[in-house]
């Protein structure tokens, strides 16, 4: 099944699925509001799939390539299986093009949008290239979206998108 099908076949299942370029960018026009599956049969070039966020569905972007120590994402696992090891195992995770994690989970009435939760100063290096700051942790919430597995690059190593689960507020806060 090439990629042009699953889109069609979730946004069938409703899930809000977008079809992407090679630049990860949208290639339809009203994402925001739902992909239209006629818009999506008549593209003929897909080169990826991405899942709107918002309306309960919200992901973690771990951007690890922005991690000097290295130890980010293993801290991270730690502090929340501390935390509960159930909400970790309820987790719906995938790997990134970029060695990165996207975590999946749903939680009721979200309203927030693409918060950026951790960063870090730009290295001597970066600062000659004109950047200021990293981003390593943010979510993607309303108006938010994520490239998903099948993409290139991408793999669901816990969960599918499919069955992502709902946490609560004080879990996912």
Same mark, same amino acid.
């Given at each position: 099944?090439?990629?042009?099908? @699953?889109?069609?076949?979730?946004?069938n299942q409703?899930? $809000?699925?977008?079809?992407?370029?090679?630049? $990860?960018?949208?290639i339809v026009?009203? &994402?925001?509001?739902?992909?239209?599956?006629?818009?999506? #049969?008549? =593209?003929?070039?897909?080169?990826?799939?991405a @899942?709107?966020t918002?309306?309960?569905?919200?992901?973690?972007?771990?951007?690890? #390539?922005?991690?000097?120590?290295?130890?980010?994402?293993?801290?991270? @696992?730690? !502090?929340? #299986? +501390?935390? +509960?090891?159930? =909400?970790?195992? *309820?987790?719906?995770?995938?790997?990134?093009i970029?060695?990165?994690?996207? &975590?999946f989970?749903?939680?009721?009435?979200?309203?927030?949008?693409?918060? #950026?939760?951790?960063? /870090? !100063?730009?290295? $001597?290096?970066?600062?000659?290239?004109?950047?200021r700051?990293k981003?390593?942790?943010?979510?993607?919430g309303?108006?938010?979206?994520? =490239?998903? *597995?099948? +993409?290139?690059?991408?793999?669901?190593?816990?969960? /599918?998108i499919s069955t992502?689960?709902? @946490?609560?507020?004080?879990?996912?806060?």
């Open positions: 099944m090439d990629l042009k099908e @699953i889109i069609i076949k979730g946004l409703g899930l $809000k699925l977008i079809p992407t370029n090679t630049k $990860k960018q949208p026009r009203s &994402w925001k509001d739902g992909v239209d599956v006629n818009e999506v #049969k008549i =593209l003929t070039q897909v080169h990826g799939i @899942i709107a918002g309306n309960d569905l919200e992901c973690i972007d771990f951007d690890l #390539k922005y991690d000097i120590k290295g130890d980010l994402y293993e801290s991270y @696992i730690e !502090e929340v #299986k +501390s935390y +509960s090891q159930e =909400l970790y195992d *309820s987790m719906v995770i995938q790997t990134t970029n060695g990165g994690y996207h &975590w989970y749903k939680c009721k009435d979200l309203e927030e949008g693409n918060t #950026k939760l951790a960063r /870090r !100063e730009a290295t $001597k290096e970066e600062k000659s290239k004109g950047e700051v981003v390593l942790l943010e979510t993607r309303v108006g938010g979206y994520v =490239l998903i *597995s099948p +993409s290139k690059g991408y793999a669901f190593t816990q969960g /599918r992502v689960s709902y @946490i609560s507020r004080l879990d996912r806060d």
